[in-house]
């Protein structure tokens, strides 16, 4: 039996940058019930708590239950009962000169293709302090338009491709319906399952993930390649139905 169930965040648990429906919030409360959970992105931290943790109706004592790990594993958070808090157990921070190098590349790879937004919806290069995150609309753009500017991810392959050839000692994955993600090699989403591993004293064969960038490429991928049990979904109704289905499994 699987003992932490990980999840992605957009597209995954939710429509891109916001909030789980109550439905998946329900569904979630449920599955604390019978597993762990963890929550792995390339987004924020803040993200993970406005969107997810603070629209699921629990105790602060269901909370240790939850691992979160903002910015694609690179960050890794544990609830601390006795201070009352989220408390951050790692970072694996990005040296100054490493980030105007990723900047640099991101925006002279974006310009170069035409990808770079005249008019964008925020931010289009975000600073995570452990991840680089491109947004070819901006951060703020609404869902419905990031969902329509690459369905196939073929600009962003194309991106990555030109991206990666300006700084090859880097990681560069396709995240989410905009974005690419720079992060050190191997800091990544299966370095966060590997410190989920160690942190917790289980084996590759007690999790599984479920996650909408499984291909070779995406920001996901990395989970698959150290030989977790993964299931691939393309909307957070996908996931919903798979969720039940644990839950009739396990509960029955």
Known sequence: MKKIIVFDLDDTLAVTKSPITDTMG??????????????????RYEQIIANAIERLPLDAAAFTHFHLMPTAGTQYYRYDLAKNE???QYIEAL????????????????????????????????DRESLIAFSALGQKAKPEDKYAWDPDRTKRK????????????????????????????????????????ETTGLKESDLLFIGDQLEEGGNDYPVKALGIDTIAVARWEDTAMVVRGMLGVAGG
């Open 26 to 43: 329900e569904l979630l409360v449920e599955l604390t019930k019978y597993y762990d959970i963890c929550i792995i992105t390339g987004g």
């Open 86 to 88: 989220w408390v951050r």
């Open 95 to 126: 040296p100054d000169e490493d980030k105007k190098r990723i900047i640099d590349a991101l925006e002279k790879g974006a310009k170069s293709l035409g990808m770079w937004p005249a008019n964008p919806a925020g931010p289009v290069i975000d």
């Open 158 to 197: 194309k991106l990555r491709e030109v991206v990666a050839a300006m700084i090859p000692d880097f990681e560069v994955n396709i995240d989410a319906t905009t974005s690419l993600n720079i992060l050190r090699p191997g800091i990544d989403k299966g370095y966060g399952m590997k410190k989920l591993l």
